[in-house]
């Protein structure tokens, strides 16, 4: 039983590139969520699906994109990445109305 | 605009004296509030959680205290234990799926 694993661990990016973050969960949670840690903002919540096939935005969606894969995955992608966007990411899954488990994290920089 | 606040940057406390975290919150709509902990290059942890229909929850060491009126709440460890050194989140939610967070408070207990 893994819980909610993450990748990569590690990205550089230049301005402008994209790239996807992973996510997947095997606890058969129905709501998958991705966060930003910026130092001295807590966690923002980004996107997040309540279910298989519904995502929704959170607090700070703009620049980014997700898709709910399957139950077990969700993924968060950048189309074209800014120095804005450097951050630590984390995504959690949770069964609705209960705590959520989160992952060890994407460490992102863009130069 | 930070519904949850964590005022205090950072905490020290002796081994096995009493640690007290607190946070504030805006949102009166908040019925679900929880304390999470965190450990360097690793994802939170869930630790305590409490609905607004009760004041206060107890689990093991950890103790977190509601007060509605004053849209406060706080988090206390006894005895506190080195640990326990950590940053502790606040969070809060209105409805399940959106969770806001405070900036965190660096615990360190001292041996």
């Known amino acids: 039983n893994a819980g909610v694993t993450q990748t990569p661990k590690f990205q550089v990016l230049k301005t402008g590139q994209s790239m996807t973050l992973q996510c997947a969960q095997d606890?058969?949670?129905?709501?998958m969520y991705w966060y930003r840690q910026d130092p001295g903002m807590g966690l923002r919540l980004i996107y997040y699906?309540?279910?298989?096939?519904?995502?929704d935005k959170g607090e700070v969606p703009n620049g980014y994109n997700v898709s709910r894969l399957n139950k077990r995955e969700f993924s968060l992608r950048l189309e074209s990445a800014a120095p804005s966007q450097t951050s630590v990411y984390f995504c959690a899954s949770s069964t609705l109305g209960n705590e959520q488990f989160f992952g060890p994290g994407t460490r992102l920089t863009v130069l | 605009d930070q519904q949850v606040k964590q005022n205090s940057p950072s905490l020290s406390v002796q081994e096995g004296r009493i640690s007290i975290l607190n946070c504030d919150y805006t949102n009166s709509m908040f019925d679900y509030f929880l304390w999470y902990k965190k450990y360097p290059a690793e994802g939170p942890t869930f630790l305590i959680s409490?609905?607004?229909?009760?004041d206060k929850n107890e689990d093991g060491r950890f103790t977190v205290f509601l007060n509605k009126s004053a849209k406060h709440l706080s988090l206390h460890i006894v005895p506190s234990q080195p640990g326990d050194s950590a940053v502790y989140f606040c969070a809060a939610s209105a409805a399940y799926n959106d969770m806001r967070f405070g900036a965190g408070t660096r615990l360190t207990v001292k041996p």
């Open positions: 606890m058969n949670h129905n709501s």
């Open positions: 699906s309540a279910s298989e096939g519904t995502t």
């Open positions: 409490i609905s607004s229909i009760k």
